[in-house]
């Protein structure tokens, strides 16, 4: 479409440009951290009534909304930053979404070539500065009338692709070099460049676009799989509610086994086929054996469960991976055949080739699922303060709409706990780098892909480290429930081999702190509970929440490692 103010200079022709291509493409979500050298993309980005503008002031949790957002969407944001450091900011978000395939946009402003390597201010090499984890690089020269606009539309179309490319995607770098005039001063623009920008301005459709191939299984790999008997199917990291109903519909077809991650969107899932207990099952030498040489069919990505990578790592039968990403996922190396492919189509494809049947579960799995089913309502009491298994149960149960779960104990936690039966719920993390970094701007990143209010689960440490990320929330129009466990510094370490070095564990590893956080949430506008009892938790998750709030969970770190120990003894000993 024509901008409303045809650009007054050349730098704001091409930024207007690339917003207009960006759009064009599918593209409406920008997250722009303001800078002086980037004021040409800014302004073509708050100009256009189609582009969903968010002013995010840290670039680092700017680019984790981003990831967070493509990764609940499926649509890149562009993430646009002045020169200097503030691209570097955005490193940590680029490489959780280069190890997980999420696409992303990086417009970067920069100085032009003769002020590089001169010291000019706020001037660093820019040039390949994310290495391997940009998908592409375009380092773009400054806007010339001797540099057709064809040239540039064509480049940003081919690194728009490359970010999205079904099994391969990720973030796509895009360093744009502005001389001055930064500002949209009138300055004239030469008639030929006029004429092709009234000219692309006046169509509809994207300069370049480029379908994506629909991949087919070949019929040898269908006859293989039709040939499995007794086949268990893995749901690692799923990038869809779509592709999770698909895994789910071939599982109930073949009366298969389903171990679900809580990633997989299918956790909490109301199928009889799925093992929500997976994970707590490993415990037990019964179902270690199951496993041992049943086929695998494995759909997705990577899992969070430690202990089915483990049972994995002396797996001895067959093993497919089915898999939309295209970065390997192999840690236990007992993978036979690897497909990188569409999810939701393969298992269309084995549905229509496999007849019906069922796989069953031998009694004493079935019996083994029922008695940790039944553990739950007796390794505490009413009584009991409250642990970590607890809340994440609690949590799975009561969480609406979306739920995003920070790394470290919370998402092992929810992987163990979590009780199917209430249906898809979408469900994001940071797993590819599993770093705590940026939770808070993901989640609110995936509440905005999604357009659905979330319940964040984090740890206090995570949310102390991302705290400023809160700031998000005053731009956020969907409530956004933040479930803050607050066991005073790094729990997870109590649960590691360290903790039997007391010399070491504290401080040097649990970084103890005395903070709470009801001024937190006072400063940046929360609705705040402390929350000390299971009674009060049950209470609070019930009630609907209209605005954000941040619920503060105190618990005793040591008391929750002997809940998690005395509830692995119990599994063992049955």
């Known amino acids: 479409m024509t901008p409303p103010v045809f650009p007054e200079n050349i730098n704001h022709l091409w930024a207007a440009v690339c917003v207009e291509e960006c759009v064009r493409q599918g593209i409406t979500a920008f997250c722009i951290a303001p800078g002086s050298r980037s004021t040409p993309l800014t302004t073509a980005a708050a100009r256009h009534p189609s582009a969903d503008v968010r002013i995010l002031i840290d670039e680092r949790g700017a680019a984790f909304h981003a990831l967070g957002y493509a990764r609940a969407s499926g649509r890149p944001a562009v993430l646009i930053c002045s020169s200097g450091t503030a691209a570097a900011n955005f490193y940590p978000a680029v490489i959780e979404a280069s190890q997980e395939n999420v696409p992303m946009l990086i417009f970067s402003a920069d100085r032009p070539p003769e002020l590089r390597d001169t010291g000019a201010n706020q001037t660093i090499d820019q040039v390949g500065l994310f290495g391997g984890y940009a998908r592409e690089f375009y380092d773009i020269p400054p806007p010339s009338e001797s540099v057709p606009l064809r040239w540039l539309l064509r480049t940003l179309a081919q690194g728009i692709h490359r970010s999205r490319e079904p099994h391969r995607g990720g973030p796509v770098h895009f360093n744009f070099m502005f001389r001055e005039p930064l500002a949209p001063t009138v300055e004239p623009i030469a008639g030929a460049i006029q004429k092709e920008a009234r000219a692309y301005f006046s169509r509809q459709r994207p300069a370049l676009e480029t379908p994506y191939p629909i991949q087919i299984l070949p019929d040898a790999i269908l006859d293989e799989i039709g040939n499995l008997q007794d086949v268990c199917i893995i749901a690692g990291r799923l990038s869809s509610k779509k592709e999770a109903q698909a895994v789910r519909r071939l599982a109930d077809h073949l009366g298969a086994p389903l171990i679900t991650d809580i990633t997989s969107g299918l956790r909490l899932d109301k199928s009889e086929r799925v093992l929500p207990y997976a994970d707590l099952m490993l415990l037990h030498p019964d179902f270690r054996s199951f496993l041992h040489s049943r086929p695998i069919l494995h759909f997705g990505g990577q899992w969070v469960s430690k202990r089915l990578l483990q049972t994995l790592e002396t797996h001895e039968g067959p093993y497919y991976n089915l898999t939309p990403f295209d970065r390997v996922t192999d840690p236990a190396m007992q993978q036979t055949t690897r497909i990188v492919t569409d999810v939701t189509a393969a298992c269309d494809q084995l549905m229509a080739h496999i007849p019906s049947g069922s796989s069953g579960l031998p009694e004493n799995i079935v019996r083994l699922h029922a008695q940790i089913h039944t553990l739950w309502s007796e390794y505490r009491t009413a009584d009991d303060p409250l642990d970590e298994l607890y809340i994440a149960r609690t949590l799975a149960r009561h969480a609406e709409n979306a739920l995003f779960i920070a790394s470290s104990m919370p998402i092992r936690d929810m992987d163990m706990a979590a009780e199917a039966g209430r249906g898809y719920l979408p469900v994001g993390a940071n797993r590819g780098a599993s770093g705590i970094d940026g939770t808070i701007a993901s989640a609110l990143g995936f509440s905005r892909g999604l357009e659905k209010p979330l319940t964040l689960l984090i740890g206090d440490l995570a949310f ?6 809160l700031m998000q929330l005053k731009a956020h129009n969907r409530p956004v429930t933040i479930v803050l466990v607050n066991n005073h510094g790094g729990a997870i370490f109590h649960h590691l ?22 001024a937190t949430a006072r400063q940046f506008g929360l609705d705040y509970q402390r929350i000390e009892s299971p009674v009060s938790l049950e209470k609070a998750l019930k009630q609907k929440a209209d605005r954000h709030r941040l619920l503060e969970v105190l618990v005793d770190a040591e008391y929750n490692v002997r809940q998690h120990r005395r509830l692995y003894e119990r599994i063992r000993g049955l």
């Open 464 to 469: 102390l480290h991302d705290m400023n990320s």
């Open 497 to 518: 081999p360290i903790a039997g070095f007391d010399d070491l564990l504290v401080p040097w590893f649990t970084t103890p702190h005395e903070y709470d956080f009801e």
